[in-house]
C-alpha cells in the first residue's frame, strides 16, 4: 500500500498552475529532497505577484524588450516564436517583444519588427496565444527610430564601415526624420526636421498601432521613449533645438510624448496596462537628467500611464556611463520614491537572483526587466527560485529536471 501521509494525490489546481508561480512543495518532493521544505513566508518578493489594473502578474521577473533583427518587411516568423515562447515556457512573469515599428520608417533596421500594417496581426496573436498558453501575461513595446533608423543590424556591425542602411538593403535613406535636423553621429543618416504634420502622422501611428496590438491579443503596450529614439529625441535639448511648440522649454520638449500617451490611453482599453520606457539620464552634461525624468513622470501618471520603465543613455555619443551590477537602479529608485501611483521597473545589469530580489524588498523597484541574462539563461526564473530556496511550478515537460536545494544550478 502507498504512503499516503508521504505522497497524498496533488490537486489538478497545482497541475494546472502556470510555471513560474510560488507554490507549496507537495510532501514528496520534500521527501525526495527537490524542496527543503515550505517556502518563506512571505515570500521573497521577486515571487510576489503584481496586480496592474486588471492584469495579475505571477512574479516580478519580466522579459525586457531586445531586438533581434530577424524579421522581413516587419513580420515574425519560426525565431521569433521560438525566441518569445522559451521565456514563456519557463516561467517569465511578462514577455516583451522588441522594439517593435509603428511605420515602417520607423523601425531601426529593414530587419526589426513591425506593426504598422493589419497583416501583420494573425502572426503577432500566434505568439501572444503561446505565451499566454504558460500564464505570461505578453507585451509590445510600441517604437518609432526617429534619426537612428536607416541602419544595419548590430549582427553587421564591424562588417560595413558605417551605420547606415542602403537602399538595396531594404532601407528609407530619404526618409529619416526627427525633431531637429541633427545626426545622432557621423555613422547615422542627418535627419530632416519634422513638420506639424510629420508629428500628426507619427501620433496617430502610435494609436492605430496599439489598435492592432489590441487585436493580437497583447495585454499592454509600453511606448519607447528611451534610447534616443524618436520619442526620447523630442524630450532631449541635445537633440530637439526646434523653436515651436514642441521644442526649447521642458513643458515644450515633453509635449510630442505626452499627447501621444494621449491618443493611446483614448483607444487602448480601460482594462489594460500602459507602461513607457525612459531614459532617466543622458548621461551628457547639458542633457535629459534624473530630475527631468521625475518631472515627466508626475505628468504620465495623470495620463494614465501605470509603470515608467527606467533605462538610460543612448542619445549622444558622448555618454559617459558608470557600468556596473545594477548601475541603472537609482534610476528607478528615484522615480519611485519621488512619484506615488506609479510602479517602477529596474533594469541593467541584474545578473543574480539574490541582486534581483534585493532590489524590489528595499524598495528600489516594483519590478526588473531583465535582458541578456535571459538571453543567457532563458531558465533565469527557475534559477532564481533555487538560489532563494523557493518552490515553483516547472513546466510539466521538464519537472524531470528540478533541481534539488543541494546543487547549484548550471
Not at 544595419?152 to 531594404?170: Q, W
Not at 500628426?200 to 495585454?219: I, M, N, P
Request: with cysteine; net charge neutral.
Amino acid at each position: 500500500m502507498p504512503d499516503t501521509k508521504i505522497n497524498p494525490k496533488p490537486s489538478l489546481e497545482r497541475y494546472y498552475t502556470a510555471p513560474g508561480t510560488a507554490i507549496e512543495p507537495t510532501a514528496i518532493e520534500i521527501h525526495q529532497g527537490f524542496a527543503a521544505g515550505k517556502n518563506p513566508n512571505p515570500l521573497p518578493k521577486v515571487f510576489q505577484p503584481l496586480k496592474i489594473r486588471n492584469y495579475t502578474f505571477k512574479n516580478r521577473i519580466w522579459v525586457s524588450p531586445m531586438c533581434m533583427y530577424s524579421s522581413e518587411d516587419g513580420f515574425t516568423n519560426d525565431f521569433h516564436m521560438s525566441h518569445y515562447s522559451q521565456f514563456a515556457i519557463r516561467g517569465a512573469g511578462l514577455v516583451m517583444t522588441e522594439a517593435t515599428g509603428v511605420l515602417p520608417e520607423g523601425r531601426i533596421t529593414p530587419n526589426c519588427l513591425g506593426i504598422w500594417k493589419d497583416e501583420h496581426i494573425d502572426g503577432l496573436s500566434r505568439i501572444v496565444n503561446h505565451v499566454h498558453k504558460y500564464g505570461a501575461v505578453a507585451g509590445m513595446q510600441l517604437g518609432h527610430s526617429g534619426r537612428k533608423g536607416s541602419t544595419i543590424p548590430l549582427g553587421m556591425i564591424g562588417y560595413r564601415d558605417t551605420m547606415r542602411a542602403t537602399e538595396e538593403d531594404g532601407a528609407w535613406p530619404e526618409n529619416v526624420y526627427g525633431p531637429s535636423a541633427i545626426a545622432f553621429d557621423g555613422s547615422h543618416y542627418t535627419p530632416r526636421e519634422m513638420s506639424l504634420e510629420d508629428i500628426e502622422r507619427v501620433q496617430q501611428a502610435f494609436a492605430d498601432a496599439a489598435v492592432r496590438a489590441g487585436k493580437a491579443g497583447f495585454d499592454l503596450v509600453e511606448l519607447h521613449g528611451a534610447h534616443g529614439y524618436l520619442l526620447f529625441e523630442f524630450l532631449s535639448p541635445l537633440s530637439n533645438q526646434r523653436t515651436d511648440k514642441y521644442g526649447g522649454s521642458f513643458e515644450n520638449r515633453t509635449r510630442m510624448l505626452i499627447e501621444t500617451v494621449r491618443r493611446v490611453r483614448q483607444v487602448w482599453p480601460e482594462d489594460k496596462p500602459l507602461f513607457v520606457r525612459i531614459s532617466a539620464s543622458e548621461w551628457v552634461e547639458g542633457g535629459w537628467g534624473i530630475d527631468d525624468t521625475v518631472a515627466l513622470a508626475k505628468l504620465l501618471v495623470n495620463e494614465g500611464v501605470d509603470l515608467i520603465d527606467c533605462s538610460s543613455g543612448g542619445n549622444d555619443p558622448r555618454q559617459k556611463i558608470t557600468n556596473g551590477p545594477g548601475y541603472q537602479v537609482p534610476f528607478a529608485e528615484k522615480v519611485k520614491r519621488e512619484v506615488p501611483g506609479l510602479y517602477v521597473g529596474a533594469v541593467g545589469l541584474i545578473t543574480e537572483g539574490q541582486q534581483a530580489n534585493e532590489i524590489l524588498e528595499n524598495d528600489k523597484a516594483d519590478v526588473l526587466f531583465i535582458a541578456r541574462e535571459f538571453l543567457r539563461n532563458p531558465s533565469f526564473v527557475l534559477s532564481t527560485a533555487h538560489e532563494l530556496g523557493v518552490n515553483i511550478r516547472w513546466p510539466v515537460q521538464y519537472e524531470r529536471a528540478m533541481l534539488k536545494p543541494k546543487y547549484k544550478f548550471i
